[in-house]
């Protein structure tokens, strides 16, 4: 069993920073991906960024420019650094962990709020 714990939310001015960071315990296959996805009241979950375990990244639109993923893989963290944030940013932020061997295994954390208000 795999256990995801995030931490580094908050509340932050617009235009500010956060720094989000999730860590993976348990057994985690080598190669897989991480990502971070949020979710905001009334809206459906969104992928924010992803990232393998041999460092190929992806953005949503929305955040190109302003966020950036980064893992340790020694330590099995994976952290979403956010710049210029928005009040749009505003959401709940999920990390994930999946992998497939046979089957898809897909693994949540808890959840972490960032809220952007002035």
């Known amino acids: 069993q795999l256990q995801l714990v995030e931490s580094g939310g908050g509340l932050v001015q617009p235009g500010g920073s956060l720094r989000l960071a999730c860590v993976a315990s348990?057994?985690?296959?080598?190669?897989?991906?991480m990502g971070w996805y949020r979710q905001a009241p009334g809206k459906q979950r969104e992928l924010v960024a992803g990232?393998?375990?041999?460092?190929?990244?992806n953005y949503a639109d929305s955040v190109k420019g302003r966020f950036t993923i980064s893992r340790d893989n020694a330590k099995d963290t994976v952290y979403l650094q956010m710049n210029s944030l928005k009040p749009e940013d505003t959401a709940v932020y999920y990390c994930?962990?999946?992998?497939?061997?046979?089957?898809?295994?897909?693994?949540w954390g808890q959840g972490t709020q960032v809220t952007v208000s002035s």
């Open positions: 348990g057994t985690i296959a080598s190669s897989n991906a």
């Open positions: 994930n962990v999946k992998w497939y061997r046979l089957l898809k295994y897909e693994y």
């Open positions: 990232i393998t375990s041999g460092g190929t990244t």
